[in-house]
């Protein structure tokens, strides 16, 4: 392992994928469950999953954005993030010479 700067990038990569996952599976779920989803055991494992990037998003977004929309605006923010960590690995990749990266 001699370029740490790469494993980093990818485990933060990573890391948005997960959320971005958690985020996704959660709204499906509230979509199916309907009103009942915050007696499900598996969508209140989603809010532990996504709680701290919500929470995180709640903070670098105005209080014009109301609770209800701040999944979705977490969802885009965490896509561009994803976007923009696999441009920076791409880069990373490229000036150390890595082709298959």
Request: hydrophobic share 60%; charged share 15%.
């Amino acid at each position: 392992m001699s370029h740490p700067d790469i494993f980093i990038v990818a485990i933060l990569r990573a890391l948005v994928e997960v959320a971005l996952l958690a985020l996704l599976a959660q709204g499906v779920l509230a979509l199916l469950a309907g009103g009942r989803r915050h007696s499900n055991f598996v969508y209140r494992l989603f809010l532990v999953i996504t709680g701290p990037v919500l929470k995180v998003c709640r903070w670098i977004t105005p209080k014009v954005i109301i609770d209800k929309h701040l999944p979705f605006v977490a969802f885009f923010l965490l896509f561009w993030l994803w976007i923009m960590l696999a441009w920076i690995k791409r880069e990373l990749c490229m000036l150390s010479g890595l082709a298959g990266c």
